[in-house]
């Protein structure tokens, strides 16, 4: 080797190592996303996921039968009369022409979103009765007219499931029983427990969906229990897809 180049060799001592590592294992590390080329590098730290709150109240917009009520463009207005009972027929309500003659395609979903989400502002709660009232009335005087409807009430009952509000669901399972049932109400100390609602919800959907209604109900709820076809006293009966498997053969 040349003796003009000479390589510059920096000895440390153990005191010195042992600071160095401890000054690195003092430095902040990078916080990197998940399933990257980042996460494998070093120094670095994959960052956690996102807490969701399955539960949380979710915000709701102004509804429509507000803007229309606004606008004057809802037929019917509040009586003077009072609603003495929960599973009366007739509402305190003056239409300003016959419900039977109205578009139900139109002025249903409209009356029925009003009363899902205005059900959360306590201030208007003459709106909230007027949706309330109007929707059920226009389901009880003309029942033949609410199977049309059933496509476009989709939508707001999935956007009142997705608020995740106690109120909103229970509001728009009484209307998916009242559609169902067609005017027969529940009795009214379940209505303050959504799980009684649910289920409540769930036996008018078997007992007025057909023969296959259990077998469905059960495939997207195993833990569902039949009320058609009840469990006997001795034992657990077959059920009524395997009791009609058995009387083909």
């Given at each position: ?186 009795d009214p100390d379940r209505e303050r427990r959504i799980a009684d609602v649910i289920e409540d919800t769930l036996n ?46």
């Open positions: 080797m040349c003796p003009e180049v000479k390589e510059s060799v920096h000895h440390l001592t153990g005191k010195q190592c042992r600071e160095l590592l401890y000054m690195r294992m003092k430095k902040p590390k990078r916080i990197v996303p998940a399933f990257t080329y980042q996460a494998l590098q070093s120094n670095t730290v994959v960052e956690p996921p996102k807490k969701i709150d399955l539960f949380k109240k979710r915000p709701v917009k102004e509804t429509f039968f507000r803007v229309y009520l606004r606008r004057g463009d809802i037929p019917v207005a509040r009586s003077g009369k009072v609603l003495r009972k929960k599973n009366a027929t007739e509402f305190p309500l003056k239409w300003f022409c016959a419900p039977q003659d109205l578009d139900y395609c139109y002025y249903l979903p409209i009356f029925v979103d009003g009363y899902f989400f205005d059900r959360l502002s306590d201030s208007d709660i003459e709106i909230r009765q007027l949706a309330q009232y109007g929707a059920m009335d226009m389901i009880v005087k003309a029942p033949h007219k609410v199977l049309p409807v059933l496509p476009k009430m989709i939508l707001p009952l999935k956007r009142a499931f997705n608020t995740r509000d106690k109120k909103i669901i229970i509001a728009a399972l009484k209307v998916l029983q009242m559609m169902v049932l067609v005017g027969n109400f529940i008018a959907l078997e007992k007025c969906g057909g023969p296959n209604a259990f077998i469905n109900i059960k495939y997207m709820i195993p833990t569902y229990e039949s009320c058609v076809y009840p469990l006997c006293d001795l034992g657990v009966e077959n059920s009524p897809a395997e009791s009609s498997h058995q009387k083909k053969y």
